[in-house]
């Protein structure tokens, strides 16, 4: 059974250094690369931006300035934090389940979701973070089950939990739940005080030095992660208004959690019984497994289950807080990338406490594996669909440009631009000057996404390439 396990995981880490080393570069990733990348470093500690994900653009100036400027170099950082997801559920599951059915089932069911598999190769901060506190998780749940429970992984557990928020800033709410249930958790293990020496016994015992509790070595290393962070990130130019992303409802936010999971791509992405159970996941289904896995926890004291629940339910009501008094939108996609491995890990989990259920659980799951396979694709992400064919664009420039123009212009489409001018500076193609501004007559070549379809009329715009992925057209002036 770990055999199989490791197997299955081995063949998805090869699949996403596939992917990292194939897929075109997308907007974010390329943004990044001009802004902090590309430039001089100061600008990773001065200049603050929400596309600066800290640590992730650390590792990635790291990488570049190692193996040079390629996609795979930039992605390098990535498959790092992929790798340590791949370990972190296998521990976990193991940890949890055992080898039992129900230890491959958790497996598959964290990793073949082909939306948490896009920041598993993606150059964003999303799937590291993930990495650290899944991590994090399973250095808990493996202290937990040992009496006295190990200093060392409490420290690496807490380690993890701060640089994941370094990692990402949406992870702050999930990783204080996590510390906050662990915090409450561990001092049930705590060793009894030694019993004092007998009324007459004429042997003085030693005094000994208390030991300190045991959340201090998990709450210490947390924090001083958090002080070097505040020191070293540009955190002062952070704005609320810039934290934009994500939905502006909670049905919004949950059936968009949902859409990207179940109706990544493939054949189920349009078809309206897809819509239907979609729907029910995202208002019945998942909302269910969260209330009833911290419901289970806490009457039966089921560390696995608060692990799991107890940082979403804090994540969820500290995020309806914020959006009502800060005026922050709930999360969407990538925003809320946690909700989706931890609920599958809470629905296998409850399957080990009711027999009945677990027949249920078992169905539930091989639906989803099914939608989760379907989904399987290794050329586009979800996120940044419009760019997956913006590499190809740019190869085509340049195998039909005018050899005899000094300067080809290339305007469109402003979610395009940036890839493609990073594809400019990687090939070092000075011929090229690619336009940051709205469109207008007088480029050479127009990068049109599929929204902005009504250029190529209004503009007189003849498409010389369509994106068989993405949908994004070239096009060129009607002579």
């Given amino acids: 059974m770990r055999l199989g396990v490791k197997i299955l995981l081995a063949g998805l880490f090869a699949i996403c250094v596939y ?45 570049a300035s190692i193996f040079g400027d390629s996609e795979l170099a930039l992605r390098l950082p990535a498959l790092a934090g992929a790798a340590l997801y791949f370990v972190s559920i296998y521990r976990l599951s193991l940890a949890a389940f055992g080898e039992t059915a129900l230890f491959p089932l958790s497996v598959a069911l964290m990793s073949l979701n082909p939306f948490t598999l896009d920041f598993m190769v993606a150059a964003r901060g999303y799937g590291m973070a993930l990495a650290l506190m899944m991590f994090a998780l399973a250095m808990l749940y493996e202290s937990l089950a040992l009496e006295p429970a190990p200093r060392k992984n ?18 702050l709410l999930p990783a204080l739940g996590v510390g906050g249930i662990a915090v409450y958790l561990l001092p049930k293990l705590e060793p009894a005080p030694a019993k004092a020496a007998g009324k007459h016994s004429k042997r003085k015992r030693p005094e000994r030095r208390k030991a300190w509790p045991l959340w201090v070595w998990l709450v210490t290393p947390m924090a001083v992660v958090g002080l070097l962070y505040l020191e070293a990130a540009p955190i002062e130019q952070m704005k609320l208004a810039l934290f934009y992303v994500g939905a502006h409802s909670i049905p919004e936010s949950m059936r968009n959690m949902a859409l990207v999971a179940l109706q990544h791509s493939g ?28 419901a289970a926890g806490w009457r039966k004291k089921d560390r696995l289950l608060l692990l799991v629940s107890a940082p979403l339910v804090f994540a969820s009501v500290a995020l309806v807080l914020m959006h009502y008094v800060l005026d922050r939108p709930y999360p969407a996609d990538r925003t809320g990338i946690y909700f989706a491995p931890l609920v599958c890990l809470g629905l296998v989990g409850l399957a080990r ?46 195998a039909h440009r005018n050899p005899a123009a000094d300067t080809v212009r290339v305007g ?29 007559l007088g480029d050479d070549y127009y990068l049109i996404a599929p929204q902005d379809v009504g250029l190529l009329g209004q ?19 009607s002579r």
């Fill in 19 to 63: 992917r990292a080393a194939t897929q075109s570069l997308v907007h974010d990733e390329a943004l990044t690369f001009r802004l902090y990348i590309a430039g001089p470093i100061e600008a990773i500690f001065q200049s603050y931006d929400p596309n600066h994900h800290f640590l992730n653009t650390l590792l990635m100036r790291a990488s």
């Fill in 154 to 171: 409490l420290v690496l557990a807490g380690a993890a939990l701060g640089l994941s928020v370094t990692a990402n800033l949406v992870f």
């Fill in 267 to 294: 054949p189920l992405r349009h078809l309206h019984v897809a819509d239907w159970w979609r729907d029910a996941i995202a208002f019945v289904v998942a909302p269910g497994i969260v209330v009833a896995a911290f």
């Fill in 353 to 398: 406490l009711h027999k009945t259920g677990a027949k249920a659980v078992y169905a539930l799951s091989a639906i989803l594996l099914v939608q989760f396979v379907l989904a399987f694709n290794t050329r586009m992400f979800w996120v940044w669909e419009y760019d997956a064919d913006t590499r190809d664009m740019s190869e085509y420039i340049a």
């Fill in 412 to 440: 469109g489409s402003w979610q395009l631009s940036e890839a493609m001018a990073y594809y400019m500076v990687k090939n070092n193609w000075q011929w090229m000057a690619v336009e940051r501004r709205p469109p207008e």
């Fill in 459 to 477: 503009m007189g715009l003849k498409v010389v390439y369509r994106g068989p992925v993405s949908g994004s057209m070239l096009a060129v002036p």
